[in-house]
């Protein structure tokens, strides 16, 4: 049998073109999973593995499809190998069938972990560059900052609820918790 694995993601991306060329390249049955490749509990993922018998062929569009690290990747392979199965990449054009073949895939595996930790530095590096000019980080606050003092005020007088309170800044009560949470942490003083 011959299975094929197509991965994206996040929710929003499509694994329309890896599908189609997995279906040219004559795969009978594919399974198609939407979670990050740096996320190692992949039950798709888990599952086309187990399904893997004697002389079964596991294909991927790309090799970052089925793992982002050569760690994984080796693992994956030590599990495709231990089924007596095989495994195929086809932008790669890489086959486990031959000894040059499972080097070739070795080393495109350790190029694909460099190129994913020099992302990560240079994001990084990005990040600390943006803080050291003053930018926040992260997501934006439900509640505009220069409101939230207000927001805190009618809290304290007892006659409002988070509902309410939510209900008013018409955001979701979670941004009042944390609003509330956030102004009481920053009133207290510095332990030194």
Known sequence: ???????????????????????AA??????????????????????????????DTL??????RVAR?????????AIIE???AHFVSLTETIETKSPAGR????????????????IRERTR??????VKNGVR??????????????????WETGTYTKTALAREYNVHISSIKRTIRRQIANRRPNKV
Do not use: C, N, W
């Not at 993601?9 to 189609?20: D, G």
């Not at 690290?69 to 392979?77: D, F, G, I, K």
């Open 125 to 130: 590096a990005g990040m600390q560059a943006a």
């Open 1 to 23: 049998m011959i299975y094929g694995y197509a991965r994206v993601s996040t929710q929003e991306q499509e694994t329309r073109a890896q599908v189609q060329a997995l279906k």
């Open 26 to 55: 004559g795969v009978s049955v594919i399974f198609e999973e939407k979670r990050s490749g740096g996320d190692r509990r992949r039950p798709v993922l888990a599952d086309v593995l187990k399904k893997l018998r004697r002389g």
């Open 137 to 154: 980080l992260g997501r934006p606050y439900g509640i505009p900052i220069e409101l939230q003092p207000e927001m805190m005020r009618k």
């Open 69 to 77: 690290s050569l760690q994984h990747l080796l693992e994956v392979l």
């Open 103 to 118: 080097m070739m895939l070795q080393i495109l595996g350790a190029f694909a972990e460099f190129e994913r930790e020099m």
């Open 82 to 84: 231990a089924k007596q």
């Open 59 to 64: 294909v991927v569009f790309k090799l970052d």
